[in-house]
């Protein structure tokens, strides 16, 4: 029998709209999967999803099991990071960016992507990882690391000019609300904001741990409404792929206009048809040129 979800989420967490159809079912690892499509902004989201006490217990005892067997760091995930975080160096210095001084990553797993940074930049690297191994990896790789975002002591306010989320916005409970937090309390005035997801038009992304499946549009439409302007949104593969957009990574800065005010949200039309049309390339790259389509690192 399948685990069924116990959590309704009744209003969109973009747009706060009760409006919302049914997108997609699955059973995934045991468990019944119900994404949503917001009728008012287009944004897909899991309804239900586990509780935030269950979410707890899940990422503290299932979600390193589930994924990847074991608790310990494997070489195959060391590669990875290391090659997205070379990625991501190199997108941030074409982006202009010369100096940094102080770098938070959420969810910052062994820490390699807050190294990557430290050895260009210098800077004073800070990450929140609440799995204990990979906790205790990157402390011993010299990175300060907290389990939480609300045990980082008050010294830190305002004082982060590169604040990172790779691959971690999707699971959050509250996105919106977890980026105003973090631009209004932790980041320097200046500072760039760093995000990265899967592409709902390309990656076949569903599963129970994420809550959101971020579209282009959708992504740019959060990070505005957090108070953000979006300063560059590429698509790209990287580290799988030279072909196929897998990925959003998006650099944004605080907006000079009052935060406060609402921005109107535009809604993003088509997203079944975009995202049945970018899984059919998918398959269709996979099938002709596998290698290009997903590689080994
Ligand atoms: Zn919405």
Redesign the pocket.
């Known amino acids: 029998m399948p685990i069924t979800l116990q959590q309704p989420v009744a209003a969109?967490p973009?747009?706060g709209?009760p409006r919302h159809t049914l997108f997609d079912t699955r059973v995934l690892h045991g468990y019944e999967l119900t994404n949503r499509l917001?009728q008012?902004?287009g944004?897909v989201f899991l309804s239900p999803r586990m509780s935030e006490e269950q979410l707890a217990h899940f990422y503290a005892e299932e979600y390193r099991d589930l994924y990847h067997q074991v608790k310990e760091p494997r070489a195959e995930d060391l590669a990875v990071q290391t090659a997205r975080a070379n990625h991501l160096l190199d997108l941030v210095r074409r982006q202009g960016v010369a100096q940094l001084q102080a770098h938070l990553d959420i969810g910052c797993s062994t820490g390699i992507l807050l190294n990557t940074f430290k050895s260009q930049f210098g800077d004073r690297a800070t990450g929140i990882e609440l799995d204990e191994a990979h906790r205790a990896y990157a402390q011993n790789h010299g990175i300060t690391v907290y389990p939480a975002l609300v045990d980082l002591p008050g010294e830190n306010e305002k004082q982060f000019d590169l604040v990172s989320l790779i691959h971690v916005l999707e699971h959050l409970p509250d996105p919106l609300q977890t980026l105003i937090s973090l631009r209004s309390r932790w980041m320097a005035t200046g500072g760039w904001l760093m995000l990265e997801v899967p592409n709902l038009y390309c990656h076949d992304s569903f599963e129970v741990a994420h809550l959101t499946s971020f579209s282009p549009a959708t992504l740019s439409a959060m990070v505005e409404q957090a108070g953000f302007t979006v300063v560059r949104l590429a698509k790209h593969g990287q580290p799988r792929s030279d072909l196929l957009p897998l990925y959003l990574t998006l650099l944004a800065r605080p907006a000079t206009a009052s935060p406060s005010t609402p921005q109107p949200i535009h809604r993003e039309a088509g997203v079944h048809l975009k995202r049945q049309t970018g899984l059919a390339c998918r398959r269709l790259i996979t099938r002709l040129a596998p290698s290009r389509a997903w590689k080994a690192v």
């Open positions: 969109c973009l747009c709209s917001c008012a902004c944004l």
